[in-house]
């Protein structure tokens, strides 16, 4: 009796779209108080019992299974800051490793409305069409004053977040620079052991410093748009001189004569700089996320790309070259988290920091007495 009533106090908000089905995931529920300022009793505890735990078999086995709602919540296990969840979450990427590695991996980054969100919709439909599984990991920026971020990137993919061959999953970059979050190299392996065979990860899009990224997928794509620069701005080190191509989007309409100029620019540049991929030349094209023109070439440049890549042995060496990375990241994350657990750090770290505010100690020096007391 308690589930049914459970079931009645939701309902779907008035701008569910009319083909969504059971699909739609989102619901409306009564807020706290909400009953009784209608002059109803007070919702039972028990109408809404908190989630069981999966085990570890289960997290394995519906991940595999595609079951999405797993999926999801193996997700979440991993991207726990509590160390009750550390062991769990390693032990189900041990398990899961053996079905990770055969999607395509693909970087997205670019400049704040180059258009990165709706080119990745265009890119994921005409995929989903094709027949491939597409997962979306796309990368939220944090507050550094709240801490919080607003994860609405999904809202720009309506279309793709439809699609029962999709997959789409916003996370907070949560300080992490690079334009990444801190568990996307997991995130991704999860989603591909699941069995989506093409895994985009769109960065937050803050500029020349988004190299994470590069470290992490087989194809860097660096989105930009007609007027974003001149051929100088492309010779500049940065995300540039790490692209495996250039797309610029909103080649479309009056854009669509600058667009071309940009293209031109860019690929002049591009013959200045050195290629990160032995073997393959990044070049510019021009496409519209708008009206779906040059969605189609840009794929098969990633296909070309990987194919090459794979005869080579460039792309093996690459996700070699990149386990080891995320190995040394991890040893950093555990040596700082390690370094601040320490009961003499805590206790002598407020007054080391008073006395760099108040001039009377230098940052390199208070750093180094703070490593000291790791000796002790």
């Known amino acids: 009796m308690a589930r049914k009533e459970s079931k009645s ?19 409306i529920v009564p ?5 009784a300022a209608a002059g109803a009793a007070p919702p039972d505890a028990a109408a809404a019992p908190a989630r069981r735990p999966l085990t570890t078999d289960e997290y394995v086995s519906g991940v595999i299974a595609g079951d999405r709602a797993v999926l999801a919540r193996a997700i979440t296990l991993i991207e726990s800051n509590a160390p009750a969840h550390f062991e769990q979450a390693q032990d189900v990427l041990r398990r899961l490793l053996p079905y990770s590695g055969r999607a395509i991996r693909l970087g997205v980054t670019g400049v704040p409305g180059a258009g990165k969100s709706t080119l990745i919709e265009a890119l994921g439909v005409r995929l989903i069409e094709r027949g491939h599984k597409v997962a979306v990991l796309a990368i939220d920026p944090t507050s550094s004053l709240s801490r919080g971020s607003i994860l609405g990137d999904k809202t720009r993919m309506e279309l793709l977040g439809r699609e029962p061959n999709a997959f789409i999953r916003p996370s907070p970059a949560g300080g992490v620079l690079g334009g990444v979050a801190r568990k996307t190299r997991e995130t991704m392996l999860v989603c591909e052991a699941a069995g989506f065979d093409v895994v985009i990860v769109e960065t937050v899009g803050a500029g020349q410093n988004e190299v994470t990224v590069r470290s992490m997928v087989d194809f860097f794509l660096v989105v930009l748009i007609p007027g974003g620069g001149d051929e100088l701005q492309g010779i500049k080190k940065g995300i540039v001189e790490l692209a495996d191509a250039i797309a610029i989007n909103k080649a479309d309409g009056e854009n669509k004569p600058r667009a071309e100029v940009a293209r031109a620019e860019y690929n002049r540049a591009l013959h200045y700089l050195t290629s990160p991929t032995e073997g393959w030349r990044p070049r510019a094209w021009t496409c519209s996320a708008l009206t779906g023109e040059g969605i189609d070439a ?3 440049v990633v296909l070309r790309f990987h194919a090459r890549a794979a005869e080579t042995g460039a792309l093996d060496a690459r996700r070699r070259e990149q386990s080891r990375d995320w190995l040394h990241a991890i040893i950093d994350e555990q040596l700082r988290a390690l370094f601040y657990d320490r009961p003499a750090v805590r206790a002598a770290l407020l007054d080391i920091e008073a006395a760099v505010m108040d001039g009377a100690l230098p940052p390199a020096a208070a750093a180094r007495r703070l490593l000291a007391l790791l000796e002790s």
């Open 9 to 27: 106090t939701t309902r779907k908000p008035d701008w569910t779209p009319d083909d969504a089905g059971d699909a739609f995931a989102t619901r």
């Open 31 to 35: 807020g706290v108080g909400a009953g």
């Open 298 to 300: 840009l794929w098969d």
